[in-house]
């Protein structure tokens, strides 16, 4: 089972039920629109990775995956609007090619045309294509059901937090070492960290890869190795090793289709990260996101959102709420698409500027009102960066009170910090100083989290009402906001087209892959969504 | 007195410490010969005596180390070279009075992280009004006109945005270094400035990271390297200085 968190019998805080449900509430105001916005459209992304669900792999001499060739092909001759389904398997049926993979090729020299079945035509495509995907949903069943056969056999860490730890040298081949090595210094989970500028691409790489810069390719063929190498390990160590990797970026929809076939345990996926931080198209990260989301709700994989982000940008105390905002509104897009508390890995982290008096005591207020906010869901704990200085000594003192401050608050993930942050990126020995930072602090705390109750009018309870009050207020803004910026609209679009989050301006009409998104045209089909949804 | 040594707890002990990690077992047995070869590689590093006062196994293939010992070497402070700062250090509303007068219109500044770097922070630190070191980032200067381009940015698309807006002043910013990224991304960001520009009328080429070394300059093809611990301010007073203070009067054509 997912992380689980420790049972807190009554609040901390004491937060008022009425205020919280209200900022549940304004939170689902905020995030219908844009649901209804996501309905509304399809992606490339969103066509490619149904294509993939059914099966079709691999790619042309040139590296181009035969899914983004089919697209191609297919959007050249009856557009996106109508979703990919139909064409595709009306040519199938049709007899154009025996299967999908033959198919894209002839399609990727000109060799077929592709048109929108009508009558009985459209109904033996309709029932061709449903059939496939459905195969493909039903692998990524088997494989959810792998992983529950797994953890039963070899058991779930018996600590908590679990300790989450990075790869990242660019070769999945010296990946799988170093991760195996990880493993057997403790680590729960094992994150391999994308090769920078990824998330920019309109495709996703094939095969297994040996050269990235600052990370490693996300492909189907990494993904499989990087799995069978911690079952491996998973089978040494008697526990099961999880694996992480990022669905975000102008793929999410397919690299989230990938992880559910080949068994990742997490993702990163974040409603509003690419976006913000990536400088993706509003419109097309929502149709993405959704997509995705119920993809791994079905897989059973658990979510990382990256809230964090916000306070590498903006001010750790004066940004706390928007923190809380984001992890409001990624529950609500989380909840919408499928997923279930266990899965919602909330993100947040410990940036608040060391010379702040008392950032302690306001680093523990954010983190409880996180708990207790979201009693059931798994937060994910990240380390401080910002104000790491390349003082080591200064450095590893931050991460053992960043440690202590996840005990004290039951997170349920915690990504190891590194003494070495913004210095280099992480030695062997820093590594293993870090994770013995992690377990004096959990051996020593022990199960401090059950004699730690903040006194109800002291600093931290206030200081957490505080941040729950500013939330409200922020997504009452949100939800009246009318933008200055074209075409924005009110509400949540607008908020972000005028730099609410991470003070960066990100209008509806901007950012990149704008260009692959369609608003669906009647008749739109697409197998994928449908099964997705009909459960 | 231009001759030091370190200073561990009594002048001129000359006492150091370094860790490092070997790629040999120091379980059971093994431990005397990993301390071993831990003492002859600081001894071959000058420290004599070396205290090897720290060995753990990290797993059966490697140990770490933490050394204490004494170097003999002398540092002479009069041959270490440095980039002094060759500009002077002006407030904001020093800057912003300084461009109103000598420029009479708002100075321009460009910036973007190039290549693939995702990393803003950098960039950020320098042009966001929240700034950075405790001072505002260049976005709160009244006189400057800021046009953060954001990540990975590429190198035709930063000349034509330059262009475009006339910039005075192009700010790159390089955080990722793997396979040396940063210095080949700068060299082909300067170069494509100069082919699309003639010399007289380039904007002022600007290149920042916690990686960079101030004395490469000329060898990265720009005006100015800022390395880690710059803040807005010393950016803000060196655009003022170069643009406007040096440039004098020359280049007031249109006002913007």
Known sequence: MPPQTSPTTRTKLDLDPVTVRKARSLAQEAGRPIVELAQQHTTVSVERATLRLAGLQGADADGIPWVNRLLDAVR???????????????????????????????????????????????????????????????????????????????GDPDHQPWIYLIVATGDIYEDMPQAQQAAREGADIIAVIRSTGQSLLDYVPEGPTREGFAGTYATQENFRLMRAALDESSKELGRYVRLTNYASGLCMPEIAALAGLERLDMMLNDSMYGILFRDINPVRTFVDQRFSRQVHARAGIVINTGEDNYL??????????????????????????GLEDWQLGL????????????????????????????????????????????????????????????????????????????????WLSDRDLALQNVRYVMNAAGNLAEDFHPSPDGFIAQRARQVLAESIELLERIH???????????????????????????????????????????????????????? | MSIVRPYGDTTGDGMVQLSFTLPISSVGDQSKLAEGAAAQLAAKMGLDPALVVHAKPMGPDFTFFVVYGRVHHLVDTDQVQVVERDYPLLTPKEVNLAIRKGLRRRLTVVGACIGSDAHTVGIDAILNIKGFAGEKGLEYYRELKVVNLGAQVSVPQLVERARAEKADAVLVSQVVTQRDAHIA???????????????????????????????????????RVFARGTTPGEVASYLTDQLVTRRGPARQEVPA
Do not use: C
């Open chain 1, 480 to 535: 009246a906001h009318e933008s200055t910026a074209p075409g924005a609209g009110p509400g949540l679009l607008a908020a972000i087209a005028d730099g609410t989050f991470g003070l960066m301006k990100r209008p509806a009409d901007g950012g990149r892959g704008l260009d692959g998104v369609a608003r669906k045209a009647p008749g739109y089909f697409n197998p994928a969504t449908d099964l997705l949804e009909a459960k």
């Open chain 2, 185 to 223: 991304n700068t060299r082909e960001m300067s170069a494509a400035f100069r082919e699309s520009y003639p010399s007289s009328r380039r904007p002022l080429l600007i290149v920042g990271g916690p990686r960079f070394d101030e004395t490469m300059a000329e060898q990265l093809g720009v005006d």
């Open chain 1, 76 to 154: 050249g001759d009856v557009g996106l609007e109508h979703g990919i389904a139909l064409p595709v398997w009306d040519a199938l049926v049709r007899g154009e090619a025996e299967d999908l993979s033959t198919l894209a090729q002839k399609a990727s020299v000109g060799s077929v045309r592709f048109r929108l079945p009508e009558g009985r035509d459209l109904t033996r495509a309709r029932s061709a294509s449903a059939k496939q995907v459905g195969a493909g949903l039903r692998r990524v069943d088997a494989r959810r059901r792998e992983r529950d056969r797994l953890v039963k056999r070899f």
């Open chain 1, 347 to 426: 993100g947040h982290a410990f940036e608040i500027d060391p010379e702040v008096p008392d950032s302690f005591r306001l680093e523990l207020a954010h983190a409880l009102l996180a708990r207790e906010l979201f009693p059931e869901a798994p937060l994910k704990w990240m380390p401080p960066t910002r104000h790491m200085t390349g003082d080591v000594f200064r450095g590893y003192l931050l991460d053992a009170f960043f440690n202590l401050a996840g005990m004290l608050t039951g997170q349920g993930i915690l990504l190891v910090g590194m003494m070495t942050e913004a210095v280099v990126t992480p």
């Open chain 1, 312 to 337: 590498t940008t903006a001010d750790a105390v004066e940004a706390a709420h928007t923190v809380t905002v984001s992890q409001l509104l990624n529950e609500y897009f989380a909840k919408e698409a």
